[in-house]
Each structure stands twice: as structure tokens, then as C-alpha cells.
């Protein structure tokens, strides 16, 4: 099955760029992206997520493993046998989906861009309290959706006023925790298969099979990577680590900066 998607641009190109949306976005993160590479002749696949995307609603949303899956298959769909060259993009959880396509269908891109979000996290105790603290409010506000006729509208109502008073995030109109299901799998995974079984844990042991340009904000209180993630990237001389003076949403707080590194790397792919 697909995930729901945007085809566009030069659809007679040899390369396709592939956008990941992360937590609480959805494909129009990436309009400022795309329109600063409409020059660059290649094909844009836009992807979203069941929930996020009103083509598609599930009531308990999707697995990572699920979600990974449909990617695979939205990406043989469109490319349709042509083989492709392929670049990654993806930010937040749009990140995260993105270390585990490439864990489970190595090379078969091209190259990752990765926004904000590493595949190792600092997990010391002040970033890690503070990421476990606002993930399981999300997984609660998710929990309580399923709770027949009210349940959407507390679990929404929780999950806002933890964006508003603590994170201090902006809150998408159409928001609603439906789409927290990530954080719910995430922490069900961390749980039951890291505590048990550590090669069950999301991306263990996990090396980017291609090379990987990481873009965090440095503006922030607590960050998405650690130092073994920097160590890890520095192990591929093709592969970039930078820091940029935003918050989180860097694709939109430095956009040149983020359009100039896909124009290079597009400019890799076409050697």
C-alpha cells in the first residue's frame, strides 16, 4: 500500500528527490524547499503519512516498521523499474523513518540530507528527561484519541497546550494528536524490545550505507544527536555535519542554506 504522495517536476529526469515531513507538519514544511529547486531539472516526490494526510486515516496509525514499508513502496511506484538516482531528504521524524529505510533497503539511495534529527541521541540526563518528558505527554495525548466520542478532543487539547506552554512550538490549524502515533510506537518499541532484547531496539547498530549531509539547529535547549552520531558521520568523507543558527524548523529558518546543500548534492548525482 502507499502512503500519500506529490509527483511533480521534470518526470523525464534522472533523479528523484524524495521529501520526509516530520511532527506536527505535513508536505507544505517543504513548498519554500521545492520552489528554491524548481531550476534544478529533477523529479520531486513528496511524501506524508496516514493521519497527517487526509487521504488516509487509521485510528491506531502505523508502526515504524509499517511506515518504512509503505516509503519502500511508494518509492518503487513512482520510480517504476526506471532506476533512478535517488536523494533523501527528511527532517524530524521525516529523519528518523529515513535511518530506517536506509537500515532496511541499504543503498538504494543515493545520498541522505537530514535535518535536526541524528540516529544516535544524547540521552545524558538533562536532554534525556527532557525528551522523554515531552514524547510520553505526545504518546498519552495519542493514547487518549482512541477513547470513543471524546477522546480525540483531549488528547488534542493535551498535546496543544504541551506545544504552546511548554515546547513553545507553533500548532498547525488542523492539528489533532491522531498524528502523535509515532511518539506511542516509539515508546511501546523502547520499552518492550530495547529493555528485553537490544537488537530490537529502532536502528541499533546502525551506519548510514551512503553518505549522509546532517543539518542541526543550534538554537535549542537540548539537541537530536550526540557526539557518537558526529563520530559515526565522520567515518564517510563524503558526509557533512553543520550547525546553523535556527531552532528546529531549519528548511525554514535558513532555506538557502538547505536549498544550496540539495543543489550540491544534485550536482554529485549528476557526475
Do not use: C
Amino acid at each position: 500500500m502507499l502512503l500519500p504522495y506529490e509527483h511533480t517536476g521534470n518526470k523525464k529526469s534522472n533523479i528523484l528527490l524524495i521529501f520526509l515531513h516530520g511532527f506536527p507538519d505535513s508536505m507544505r514544511l517543504w513548498d519554500q524547499t521545492i520552489t528554491g529547486i524548481q531550476k534544478q531539472d529533477v523529479q520531486i516526490l513528496n511524501i506524508s503519512y496516514p493521519n497527517y494526510h487526509q487521504s488516509q486515516n487509521l485510528k491506531f496509525g502505523l508502526d515504524f516498521p509499517e511506515v518504512v514499508k509503505r516509503i519502500r513502496s511508494t518509492i518503487e511506484h513512482v520510480d517504476n523499474g526506471q532506476n533512478l538516482k535517488k536523494l533523501l531528504i527528511t527532517h524530524d521524524w521525516g529523519a528518523f523513518y529515513g535511518y530506517l529505510y536506509d537500515q532496511k533497503y541499504p543503498q538504494t539511495v543515493d545520498d541522505i540530507i537530514a535535518l535536526d534529527v541524528g540516529a544516535q541521541v544524547d540521552l545524558s540526563l538533562k536532554p534525556g528527561l527532557l525528551i522523554e518528558s515531552y514524547q510520553i505527554t505526545f504518546a498519552m495525548a495519542f493514547l487518549l484519541t482512541l477513547i470513543p466520542i471524546v477522546g480525540e478532543f483531549f488528547g488534542t487539547l493535551l498535546a496543544k497546550l504541551y506545544m504552546k506552554f511548554i515546547l513553545r512550538i507553533p500548532i498547525p490549524q488542523n492539528y489533532t494528536a491522531r498524528i502523535n502515533y509515532q511518539y506511542f510506537y516509539f515508546q511501546k518499541n523502547l520499552l518492550f524490545n530495547s529493555i528485553f532484547n537490544k537488537s530490537k531496539k529502532f536502528l541499533y547498530r546502525y551506519k548510514p550505507s551512503v553518505p549522509v549531509v546532517f543539518i542541526y539547529g543550534e538554537k535549542k535547549p537540548f539537541h537530536f544527536h550526540s557526539a557518537r552520531w558526529q563520530l559515526t558521520l565522520s567515518q564517510n568523507a563524503d558526509s557533512e555535519f553543520i550547525g546553523a543558527k535556527t531552532g528546529h524548523w531549519i528548511q525554514v529558518e535558513q532555506a538557502d542554506l538547505v536549498i544550496n546543500k540539495i543543489i550540491d548534492r544534485i550536482a554529485r548525482l549528476k557526475k
